[in-house]
């Protein structure tokens, strides 16, 4: 597999970056200075992970320097009418001056070489403004205004904002950016369908906490085969595919060392492990998020049917 998927903007994001939703405070900060470390090159947080900067004291406790890897955070759902204030708290949370990437709901940042801090994108985290403390959806913002808002940043700062992206954007979320959109995404960051050149990042390569693929049969069957742990199959199919990239999460440094292993896997492997996906699979839906129907999100009564 590639190191590297080439984005619209020109630059590399490497593919195979350390995940830390749900990597609480007090045990991410050493999850992100080991991994830098240990060879990663690419972070990605967001604002609701509420651990920005316990990743910035992680990234600093590193000692590497910013222009040597890719950073990314999400413009969090309360802030879509508030981009760039948004964008300027997570600068500081992170310890940086600019940011690689950063999407709606999610913002990503890549360093070129300078010591200076920002993001290098940003990612709008999903494409639904919710009221304070993500409590429901909020009425009459649009988030196609948010994304006009984005643009407008990055064009306006491009040294802090290095390129723009969204994050849980389905098909059809895509083509209505897409109509309008003076920046393409750069980066849609989901669960998982590439399309027009824009790059795939995969979270929860995994299937998440206590994810059932670990001891999934076809997963232990590749992984003996190939003398590797079950999570280094399921990363690498992710790292395997072309113009996609993956966030396996740790807090663990066995396996965050561990996980940056990846290996070759043939057609067949592939498909076996595609076909597992037929049945299993993680559906974004929290009990507030009542009320999303208009916005094309089903509610969480139906997310398991
Ligand atoms: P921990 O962070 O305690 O090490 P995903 O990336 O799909 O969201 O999965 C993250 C989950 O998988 C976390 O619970 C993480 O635990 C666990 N995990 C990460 N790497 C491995 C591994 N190599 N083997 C088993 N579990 C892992």
Redesign the pocket.
Known sequence: ASTSVKLNTGAEMPTVGL?T???APGAVEH?VEFALKHGYKSIDTAAAYQNETEVGVGIKASGVARGDFFLTTKLDNPDHENAEAALEKSLKNLGTDYLDLCAFLSVIAIGKGSSRTAWNIGLMHWPAPMTPGSKGPLHGVDWLDTWKSMEKLYKAHPEKLRAIGVSNFSVEFLERLLASAEVVPAVNQIELHPARGIVVTA?????????PL?THEVVTKIAAKHNV????V?ISLQANRPGVNV??????NS??A??FNIIDLSEEEIKELNDIDKTLHFRACHPSWTGFGSLGFPDCKDADK
């Open positions: 995940g939703w749900k990597s999850a979270y929860s390569p995994l299937g998440s906490d206590n994810s670990l742990q079950p999570a280094n399921l966030l396996p999460k740790s807090v663990t396996r965050i561990n996980n």
